[in-house]
C-alpha cells in the first residue's frame, strides 16, 4: 500500500481518517511516493483546540528555555541536513545541492530564533512623572497559522513555525500538498528536540481546508506564501476578520546590467540566478534590462544557457531539477508560446528537452527571449519556470522607470562598477530587496524578509525583528510608587 503522509496532533503523528486525499508524485518519474490526505474538518478543529491548550502552557515557559529548545533543534537540523535534503530533492525535483541551501537558509533561521530573549526585550523609562515608571512588555498572540509552498518546502516552514513558538506562540502548519514530506521529517526532530506535544500542530489539505484555518476564530495570524490571487483572498479574509496577517506572493525580479560592468561576472552570476531551481523561486531573475549596448551580451548568455540541462537530484551533472507537477510545465510551455505569438524572439527554447532514462519528467530546458515588451504576458505574469526575458534600456533612468512601473516588488538588482550608478539605483528603485552586484538578494535571517507591491501583502515582514513583532503583542505598563500621599484630584489627563 502506498503510505500515507501523516498528520501531527497534539505530539502525535496520525494517519486522517479522510477519504480525500491527493497523490505525491516525483516530478521526476512520476512515481507515487506518498498520499497525502485532505483533513476532516473535525480533524482541523481538533489541532486547533490542542493548540490552544499548549499555548496556555507554553506562553509562561521562561524565554530562556524556549532559545535552548531552539538550540537543540539547529544542532538536529545540522546533524541531519543531508537525509532532509534528500526528502526534499525527491519530492519538489531539486537538485541536491539546491536542496542543501534550501535547508541551510531554514536553520540559519532557526539560529535566529536562539536569540529570543534580545528579541523579546520591551523598553523602560523611570519618571516619566514624578514617581512614576513606563515600561513595554511583548507577549505572545496565541495559536498562529502557518501555510507555506511547495517551492522551499524545508525553508519557508523555519522561517515561520521556530520564531512563533519562540516567542511563545503555538502554530497550525499545512504544508503544501505537493511537497509535504521534508516537511515532516522537521517537526520531527523538532519533536526530537523537546518540543511541547501541541505547540505545533500539522494538518494537510486543499481549499476547503484553507478556508476553515484562516476562517477560525481561534486563530489570530496568518503567515503565508504561494500565488498573488490566494495570497489576495487569505490576505482578505483575514484581515476582514481582524486578523494580523502577512502574505507573501508573487514576483517578477528585474536585474539591471550597466555597461561597466564586469561582463564575465555578469554571464555567470545570470546563469544561476535566471534558470537554478527551474526558475521556481519567488527570487529568482527573470527579467534581465540591458542598458545601452550591452544588449549585445545577450547572445553570449544564449550559449551558455544551452549548456545548461536539467536533470534528476542526485545526477551532479544536472543544473537544475524537474517542474514540480505536469500542470505547471504545460502552464510554462503555454507562456513560452504567447511569447513567440506576441512578437518576442525566442533565442533559446526548452520546450522539447529530454533526459536520458527519464521520459516522464517535467522537464523544460532553459529558455530566453530577447525584444520583449512590457505587455507581452511573458513579462507581465510570473512564469515559474527556467525562463527569462531581455529588455533594453536606453539608460539607468529608463530601466529605473521599467523596474519602478512593474506591480511587483520582491527582489531587484543592478551590476556596476560605479558606486553613482550603484546608489541612485539603490535609493530611487520601489522594490523590497536590492542587490549591488548581487543578483538574488535575501537577507540573512537577521535582517527581515522585505518584498513591496502586489508581492508582499501585510506590514511586518518574515524573520529579523519584524517577525518576532509580528508574532507578539505590546503592552504598555505605567506604574506610580510615590512615597507621599495624594493630596488632591487629578482632573486633567496630565501626569504629575
Excluded at 507515487?32 to 506562553?59: D, H
Excluded at 541551510?104 to 512623572?129: D, F, K, Q, Y
Excluded at 549585445?296 to 544536472?318: C, F, Q, S, T, Y
Aim: with cysteine; aromatic share 8%.
Amino acid at each position: 500500500m502506498t503510505k500515507q503522509v501523516p498528520m501531527l496532533i497534539n505530539g502525535e503523528f496520525m494517519e486522517s481518517r479522510s477519504a480525500q486525499k491527493q497523490e505525491v508524485l516525483n516530478p521526476a518519474t512520476q512515481a507515487v511516493l506518498a498520499q497525502v490526505p485532505f483533513a476532516t474538518p473535525e480533524e482541523v478543529n481538533r489541532a486547533v483546540a490542542g493548540a490552544q491548550a499548549a499555548f496556555e502552557q507554553w506562553k509562561d515557559t521562561p524565554v530562556p528555555a524556549r532559545a535552548r529548545l531552539m538550540l537543540r533543534y539547529q544542532h538536529l537540523l545540522k546533524e541531519h541536513q543531508r537525509d532532509i535534503a534528500e526528502i526534499l530533492a525527491e519530492d519538489n525535483g531539486k537538485n541536491f545541492e539546491d536542496a542543501m541551501g534550501d535547508v541551510w537558509r531554514g536553520i540559519e533561521v532557526v539560529e535566529h530564533a536562539c536569540n529570543i530573549p534580545s528579541l523579546m526585550m520591551g523598553e523602560t523609562v523611570e519618571n516619566v512623572a514624578s514617581g512614576v515608571d513606563t515600561v513595554s512588555v511583548v507577549q505572545p498572540l496565541g495559536v498562529t497559522l502557518g501555510i507555506t509552498p511547495f517551492n522551499f518546502p524545508a525553508m519557508i516552514p523555519l522561517w515561520m513555525f521556530p520564531i512563533a513558538v519562540a516567542c511563545g506562540n503555538a502554530m497550525i502548519l499545512k504544508p503544501s500538498e505537493q511537497a509535504p514530506l521534508a516537511t515532516v521529517r522537521l517537526l520531527e526532530l523538532f519533536q526530537q528536540a523537546g518540543a511541547p506535544n501541541g505547540i505545533v500542530q500539522m494538518v494537510h489539505g486543499g481549499r476547503d481546508q484553507v478556508a476553515q484555518l484562516i476562517n477560525h476564530p481561534d486563530i489570530v495570524s496568518s503567515s503565508f506564501v504561494g500565488s498573488v490571487p490566494v495570497a489576495e483572498h487569505v490576505y482578505r479574509t483575514t484581515t476582514n476578520l481582524l486578523k494580523r496577517s502577512q502574505c507573501f506572493a508573487g514576483a517578477k525580479n528585474h536585474m539591471v546590467v550597466m555597461p561597466d560592468a564586469d561582463k564575465e561576472t555578469v554571464m555567470n552570476t545570470l546563469v544561476g540566478a535566471t534558470v537554478g531551481a527551474a526558475g521556481q523561486r519567488c527570487m529568482a531573475i527573470s527579467v534581465i534590462v540591458f542598458v545601452g549596448e550591452t544588449i549585445e551580451w545577450a547572445g553570449e548568455l544564449a550559449k551558455r544557457l544551452k549548456h545548461i540541462r536539467p536533470g534528476v537530484w542526485n545526477d551532479p551533472k544536472a543544473a537544475y531539477g524537474p517542474l514540480v507537477s505536469r500542470a505547471a510545465t504545460e502552464r510554462v510551455k503555454s507562456l513560452i508560446q504567447s511569447g513567440i505569438d506576441q512578437g518576442a524572439t525566442c533565442v533559446v527554447d526548452g520546450r522539447n528537452i529530454t533526459v536520458d532514462g527519464y521520459p516522464d519528467g517535467n522537464w523544460v530546458g532553459p529558455t530566453l527571449f530577447t525584444d520583449v515588451t512590457t505587455e507581452m504576458d511573458i513579462y507581465r505574469e510570473e512564469i515559474f519556470g527556467p525562463v527569462v526575458c531581455c529588455i533594453n534600456a536606453e539608460n539607468l533612468d529608463t530601466a529605473l522607470k521599467i523596474v519602478n512601473e512593474s506591480p511587483y516588488g520582491n527582489g531587484t538588482s543592478i551590476f556596476t562598477t560605479s558606486g553613482v550608478n550603484a546608489r541612485k539605483y539603490q535609493h530611487e528603485v520601489q522594490v523590497g530587496q536590492v542587490g549591488v552586484n548581487i543578483p538574488i538578494p535575501v537577507p540573512l535571517p537577521f535582517f527581515s524578509f522585505t518584498g513591496w507591491k502586489k508581492s508582499f501583502m501585510g506590514d511586518l515582514h518574515a524573520y529579523g525583528k519584524q517577525a518576532a513583532r509580528f508574532y507578539t503583542e505590546t503592552k504598555t505598563i505605567t506604574s506610580s510608587w510615590k512615597e507621599t500621599r495624594v493630596s488632591a484630584p487629578n482632573m486633567s489627563i496630565a501626569l504629575k
